[in-house]
Nanobody, 128 residues
Framework: QVQLVESGGGLVQAGGSLRLSCVASGRTFSTYNKGWFRQAPGKEREFVAA????????DYADSVKGRFTISGDDAKNTVYLQMNSLKPEDTAVYYC?????????????????????WGQGTQVTVSS
């Protein structure tokens, strides 16, 4: 497993942008599929975006498609989530997670319970 630490959350007005970062410990992070999930108060954790370990595949929840972009930098052991055109309904705690490459990406990228490692989360608040 890897240890993950998110940063970059904060308070932003609707229509603004934020970039979340997730730094991993361990030299094997490049072999993990990566995902971002979020959890709003009183709601279940939901999938936001994922990127396969090769970087060849990216997937997004319909609610963020066209506004959010996931990317990775293996040299920095970091995965990013660029969030543009933010809406109040994007308010949540955002978590990054790592899914071992041994698990088939296409079947598991959206399944939170399949991920092996989680960060502590970073709060994103979008004001109207």
């Amino acid at each position: 497993q890897v240890q993950l630490v998110e940063s970059g959350g904060g308070l932003v007005q609707a229509g603004g942008s934020l970039r979340l970062s997730c730094v991993a410990s361990g030299r094997t992070f490049s072999t993990y599929n990566k995902g971002w999930f979020r959890q709003a108060p009183g709601k279940e954790r939901e999938f936001v975006a994922a990127i396969s370990w090769t970087g060849a595949s990216t997937d997004y929840a319909d609610s963020v498609k066209g506004r959010f972009t996931i990317s990775g930098d293996d040299a920095k052991n970091t995965v990013y989530l660029q969030m543009n055109s933010l809406k109040p309904e994007d308010t949540a705690v955002y978590y990054c997670a790592a899914l071992t490459s041994g698990k088939y990406y296409r079947s598991n990228y959206y399944r939170a319970h399949e991920y092996d490692s989680w960060g502590q989360g970073t709060q994103v608040t979008v004001s109207s």
